[in-house]
C-alpha cells in the first residue's frame, strides 16, 4: 500500500490497474483517496451507458452542479474538454486531481478516440488531472488498435489461500468462537481453493454453508474441537456446492429448504443438479448434452446413434467384445469441435444455423466449467474439449428439454 500511495502521488497523467475480481483494487484506491483526502471523481463505466453521463458525472465531483449543467444534451468530447478549462482558469487545481473509472474494460466499446483522449487529458484541459483505470483485463487487450499514450501499469495480483482465510475469518458468526470459525474457513478453502479463487464467491459459500457446519455442535453430538466428525457431516454439503459454484441458481433460504426437502426423502442427497438446468439456456444444454455424448461415447459409434440411414451395424456384443472397462470409468475423453456441433446438430430438434450466438454458447459453457477446453489458444488445430459434469447432472439436464440420453449412451447398451 506505501509503494500503490507513492505511486498515486506522483502525478503521472494515467495510471492503468488490473487483475482478477475481488483482489482490492477498488476498495484500496477508494481508501487511500479518502486518508489522503485528495480531490478525486468515481466513475462506474457499468452505470454511465453514455459518454454524456460519464462527462456530467466529472464535472458534477470537481466543480458542481452548475458546471454539470453547462454540458448540452448530447454532449462531446470537445464540449467536455472547453468546460473544464473554463473551470480550471475559474478554480486553479491547488493539488492533483484523480478521475478512477471502474470496470474501465467497457470504454473498449464507445468511442475510437475516446480511451486516447482520456489517457492523455492532462494535456487537452491545461489541469494537473490524473486518469486511473480499474480493469479486470490485461493491457495488451485493453490498448486501441490506433496507438495511444501508455499509462502506468500496477498489477494486483490474486489472493493467496493464506490470505484469504485470514480475510473470510474475518466475518466471524458472534456465536462462535474465533478458533472454531478458523478451522471452518480451512475446512472450506480446502474444498473449493482449486476451482475458485473468487474472494465474493468463498465468502458466499462460507455463509451458505456454516449453518449446516455447526448443526451436529447445535444437537449436542460433537465438541468444538472435533473438527474431523464436523468435516464428515459437511463434506457432501461442500462438494454438492461445488457442482454450482459462480451459477447462484439459489438463494440462502431457497438453499436451506431444498437441505430440509432432501433430508426428508430417504435421507439421500441428490445435489443440486436436478435444479442446474434453469440458468442455462435452450441451445446450451443441447450443446452440454452433445459434449457429454462425445466425451463418454467412442468417435466410431456416432453413426450408430446419430445417423439415421446408417447402413449395417454389427451387433452391441461384437462391439464390446474387446472392450474391459466401462467409459464411464475412465472418466471423459477429449473431443474436437466439430465432431461436438455434429452431434449438436444431430440431436437438437429444430433446425440451428451455425451463428456466432453458438460459438458464444460453448465459451460460456467453458467459463462455467461446465465444459473444459484441453487445447492451448495458440494451437493451429481446431480446439478440444471434455465435459466436466456428472452423470447425474446430465441426466437432470435431458430431462428438461425431453431427451433421453440414456439411449444415446454408448456404456447402456
Same mark, same amino acid.
Given at each position: 500500500?506505501?509503494?500503490?500511495?507513492? #505511486?498515486?502521488?506522483?502525478?503521472?497523467?494515467?495510471?492503468?490497474?488490473?487483475?482478477?475480481?475481488?483482489?482490492?483494487?477498488?476498495?484500496?484506491?477508494?481508501?487511500?483517496?479518502?486518508?489522503?483526502?485528495?480531490?478525486?471523481?468515481?466513475v462506474s463505466c457499468v452505470e454511465c451507458v453514455s459518454v454524456a453521463l460519464l462527462f456530467e458525472q466529472v464535472l458534477l465531483?470537481?466543480?458542481?452542479?452548475?458546471?454539470?449543467?453547462?454540458?448540452? %444534451?448530447?454532449?462531446?468530447?470537445?464540449?467536455?474538454? %472547453?468546460?473544464?478549462?473554463?473551470?480550471?482558469?475559474?478554480?486553479?487545481?491547488?493539488? #492533483?486531481r484523480y478521475i478512477v473509472m471502474e470496470k474501465a474494460e467497457l470504454l473498449r466499446d464507445t468511442d475510437a478516440n475516446l480511451l486516447p483522449a482520456l489517457l492523455r487529458l492532462q494535456e487537452l484541459v491545461e489541469d494537473n488531472v490524473t486518469i486511473i483505470l480499474l480493469s479486470e483485463i490485461v493491457w495488451d487487450k485493453f490498448r486501441p488498435n490506433t496507438g495511444c499514450f501508455e499509462p502506468l501499469?500496477?498489477?494486483?495480483?490474486?489472493?493467496?489461500?493464506?490470505?484469504?482465510? #485470514?480475510?473470510?475469518?474475518?466475518?466471524?458468526?458472534?456465536?462462535?468462537?474465533?478458533?472454531?470459525?478458523?478451522?471452518?474457513?480451512?475446512?472450506?478453502?480446502?474444498?473449493?481453493?482449486s476451482v475458485c479463487r473468487d474472494l465474493r464467491e468463498l465468502r458466499h459459500l462460507a455463509a451458505l454453508n456454516f449453518s449446516k457446519f455447526c448443526e451436529p455442535l447445535e444437537e449436542g453430538k460433537v465438541k468444538e474441537t472435533d473438527t474431523h466428525k464436523l468435516w464428515r457431516n459437511i463434506e457432501p454439503h461442500l462438494k454438492k456446492a461445488m457442482q454450482t459454484v459462480y451459477?447462484?441458481?439459489?438463494?440462502?433460504?431457497?438453499?436451506?429448504?431444498?437441505?430440509?426437502?432432501?433430508?426428508?426423502?430417504?435421507?439421500?442427497?441428490?445435489?443440486?443438479?436436478?435444479?442446474?438446468?434453469?440458468?442455462?439456456?435452450?441451445?446450451?444444454?443441447?450443446?452440454?448434452?452433445?459434449?457429454?455424448?462425445?466425451?463418454?461415447?467412442?468417435?466410431? #459409434?456416432?453413426?450408430r446413434f446419430f445417423l439415421k440411414h446408417h447402413g449395417k451395424i454389427r451387433k452391441t456384443n461384437f462391439l464390446k467384445k474387446n472392450e474391459k472397462t466401462s467409459n464411464h470409468l475412465l472418466g471423459p475423453k477429449p473431443f474436437p469441435l466439430d465432431r461436438l456441433l455434429a452431434i449438436f446438430y444431430s440431436v437438437v430438434d429444430s433446425r440451428v444455423a451455425p451463428t456466432a450466438s453458438i460459438f458464444?454458447?460453448?465459451?460460456?459453457?467453458?467459463?462455467?466449467?461446465?465444459?473444459?477446453?484441453?487445447?492451448?489458444?495458440?494451437?493451429?488445430?481446431?480446439?478440444?474439449?471434455?465435459?466436466?459434469?456428472?452423470?447425474?447432472?446430465?441426466?437432470?439436464?435431458? %430431462?428438461?428439454?425431453?431427451?433421453?440420453?440414456?439411449?444415446?449412451?454408448?456404456?447402456?447398451?
Open positions: 500500500i506505501k509503494h500503490f500511495q507513492t #505511486t498515486i502521488t506522483c502525478n503521472y497523467p494515467s495510471i492503468f490497474i488490473y487483475g482478477h475480481r475481488a483482489s482490492g483494487k477498488s476498495h484500496v484506491m477508494h481508501v487511500l483517496l479518502k486518508e489522503l483526502e485528495l480531490p478525486h471523481a468515481t465531483s470537481f466543480f458542481g452542479c452548475d458546471a454539470a449543467s453547462l454540458l448540452p %444534451r448530447s454532449a462531446s468530447l470537445s464540449d467536455f474538454v %472547453r468546460i473544464y478549462r473554463q473551470q480550471c482558469s475559474q478554480s486553479p487545481a491547488k493539488q #492533483t501499469l500496477l498489477h494486483f495480483p490474486d489472493y493467496s489461500k493464506g490470505e484469504l482465510h #485470514t480475510i473470510l475469518s474475518q466475518d466471524r458468526h458472534p456465536s462462535y468462537s474465533d478458533e472454531f470459525y478458523s478451522s471452518y474457513i480451512n475446512i472450506l478453502l480446502g474444498v473449493f481453493y451459477l447462484r441458481e439459489v438463494s440462502s433460504v431457497q438453499w436451506e429448504q431444498m437441505q430440509q426437502t432432501e433430508e426428508k426423502e430417504n435421507g439421500a442427497l441428490r445435489g443440486l443438479s436436478a435444479h442446474t438446468h434453469v440458468e442455462l439456456p435452450y441451445y446450451s444444454k443441447f450443446l452440454l448434452i452433445a459434449a457429454y455424448l462425445a466425451s463418454y461415447n467412442p468417435a466410431r #459409434t456416432d453413426k458464444s454458447q460453448i465459451s460460456s459453457l467453458v467459463t462455467l466449467q461446465l465444459l473444459t477446453q484441453v487445447s492451448h489458444d495458440d494451437q493451429l488445430d481446431a480446439p478440444k474439449y471434455k465435459c466436466a459434469v456428472s452423470m447425474d447432472f446430465i441426466c437432470a439436464i435431458s %430431462r428438461t428439454v425431453n431427451f433421453e440420453i440414456v439411449k444415446y449412451l454408448y456404456d447402456f447398451l
